[in-house]
């Protein structure tokens, strides 16, 4: 049975945001995430928990001015306070996607190739302990459009929809993930991204979300 009041997200123009380590605020109800130089990660924060057992949760992110070799991309994470994860929690640069050490259910989306990696750019779902990310991703899709280019920005539109632990994830509206996860049962809703020896520059914007009661 849900008991109790459902916590909501806000869009970017409210200031309750927290902006973390290189995240900062531009105009417009948009946060950069990293900018074009090395060994960045950012993060914004929504500061009040969630519960996860009906949430959707649409938002862009816009890369631009990459390396020669692009990196490494971003993730959305629903942080498990009962392993530690706080509002001012901040994961790893380079391939940890500023995901890597918050505690959690990860979706991340990745422009760069390490050893061991699917081919990019792919999206996965994974888990945020410092021991567990990448070891293994599961359920991985690497037949996604284009995240960034060297010649113009990119920015694509995605939707992340969590009922009762069953996902469904779209980019511009087209299915590319769907299975069954384990998300904390209250969460702290994380965007991060990183850069490491390679780099590109992360906004994100027009986030809309809606936390409700499960269905019956």
Known sequence: MFV??????PDLCDTNWNAVANAMVLSGCKYQLTASSGSQHGEIVWPTLIATDNVVLSFTVTLSNPSAT??????VVLGDPSLGATPTSIGAVGFGLGAQGIPGLVFGFDTYHNTGDPVVPYVAVGRGE????????FLVNTNIPQLVS??????HNYTVTLVQGILTMTLDG???MTGNVTPPPTAYLYVTASTGGAWETTVISNVSATV???PN
Request: glycine residues 10%; proline residues 16%; without cysteine.
């Open 4 to 9: 109790g009041p459902l916590g909501q997200v």
């Open 174 to 176: 087209v299915v590319v």
């Open 150 to 155: 060297s010649s113009m920005p990119i920015s």
């Open 212 to 214: 409700a009661q499960p």
């Open 70 to 75: 692009p990196a490494d991309g971003f993730a």
């Open 130 to 137: 410092s021991n567990l990310f990448e070891n293994p991703w």
